[in-house]
């Protein structure tokens, strides 16, 4: 027993010479390639049980016939050992550089297309991590350019809908200074209408602003459903009125919901209004409001007649106004772009979909 702890004593001792020194190597060759490392790990294997070998042997414990055919089978070992340890780090490393190259490609502004057959799980795990994020990036850089595409838009519509009142307050202001205007109170009425639309122009990008930059500050508090859409309603009822529009709103769920009550009335004014004007006299605009497995639910339903397909995924988009004319009252494409930042603000969503006759505009929010 004696002589067995002899043995695995001197064994380990030299196997851990050879292994401190493998690993000192190893340090040394770190940044080195994949195929060298594979190379030194297979020698520091080799090496150990060759150590471990001759110091028993130094230690007589073997003869001298024994020491020759166990070197033997170590050197014909390593032999194997080191031929195993370069082509698989050769194919690593070619796979490697199959991955680097579309890696490349993808930093370019390309698209990463994964390279087939990846030798081992991380690097296949990377791929499909780079796959991913390619995709990711893809989409970022679709929604960057549609963003881009609606802020030019909106910067030549509303110069195109300032430099039309602009003009006319313009005319009116020289017609009055001239002394020729010959109703001068319907002109003063005029100038004040168009200054009014063109202030709420103004605040409506400083609002969209506001959400944008992300420092919209809410105020969250406990209100009823029920009285918040009871208010909207109020509010808009003159314009209704003046549109022949008949407002319904019999379906509202007293659903207590956490937010900012000044905002969400914006919301629900922006809504109203925009269903009120694009339907036509004589239609209808409902309003209804339950509680869903998903949150609250709020929805405007309008008589325009629907919205084309294509344009349903932009109606929320900055300075989008459809196929109607641009010219006032038409807005400038800002009331849509305010609600939804405003209802994802309060960790809810804002959708849209065609329904018979028109198209219904809805707001889920988190229930309180």
């Known amino acids: 027993m004696k002589d067995v702890l002899l043995i695995a004593l001197f064994a380990f001792l030299g196997a851990a010479a050879a292994g401190l020194l493998g690993a000192a190597v190893l340090r040394l060759l770190r940044h080195r390639s994949l195929v060298v490392s594979l190379s030194v790990v297979a020698g520091v294997a080799v090496t ?42 050769r194919w690593v490393a070619a796979h490697s550089r199959e991955l680097t190259l579309a890696t490349r490609s993808f930093g370019d502004g390309g698209t990463f297309a994964a390279p087939a057959g990846q030798p081992t799980a991380e690097l296949a ?5 780079l796959a991913a994020t390619s995709a990711k990036l893809d989409s970022s850089r679709e929604r960057e350019r549609a963003l881009e595409a609606s802020r030019r838009e909106l910067v030549a519509w509303i110069s195109h809908d300032l430099r039309t009142p602009l003009a006319g307050l313009r005319a009116m202001a020289e017609a009055l200074e001239d002394g020729m205007a010959a109703d001068s109170g319907r002109y003063l009425r005029q100038i004040r209408t168009e200054v009014e639309r063109m202030n709420g122009m103004v605040g409506d990008l400083f609002e969209l602003s506001r959400i944008q930059a992300g420092s919209l500050t809410l105020a969250p508090a406990r209100i009823s459903l029920y009285d918040l859409v009871g208010e909207a309603l109020a509010g808009v009822d003159p314009l209704a009125r003046e549109h022949g529009v008949r407002l319904i709103g019999d379906r509202i769920d007293e659903v207590p919901v956490e937010v900012d009550g000044k905002e969400m009335s914006r919301v629900l004014g922006n809504l109203l209004i925009n269903a009120i004007r694009r339907t036509p006299p004589d239609g209808t605009v409902a309003v209804a409001a339950h509680r869903s497995d998903g949150g609250v639910v709020l929805s405007v339903t309008d008589s325009c007649g629907g919205i084309p397909e294509e344009d349903l995924p932009r109606v929320f988009d900055t300075g989008w106004r459809g196929s109607h004319a641009r010219t006032p009252p038409a807005g400038a494409g800002l009331g849509l772009a305010i609600v939804r930042g405003i209802v994802e603000a309060h960790a809810g969503r804002a959708e849209v979909r065609n329904v018979q006759g028109g198209c219904c505009f809805s707001v889920t929010l988190p229930t309180a």
């Open 48 to 89: 150990a049980m060759l150590a471990g070998t001759l110091t028993v042997a130094w230690a007589m414990f073997l003869s001298s016939h024994d020491l020759y055919v166990v070197t033997t089978v170590v050197a014909m070992a390593a032999l194997v050992s080191l031929a195993t340890a370069v082509l698989l780090g």
């Open 125 to 129: 795990e990377l791929a499909r991590e």
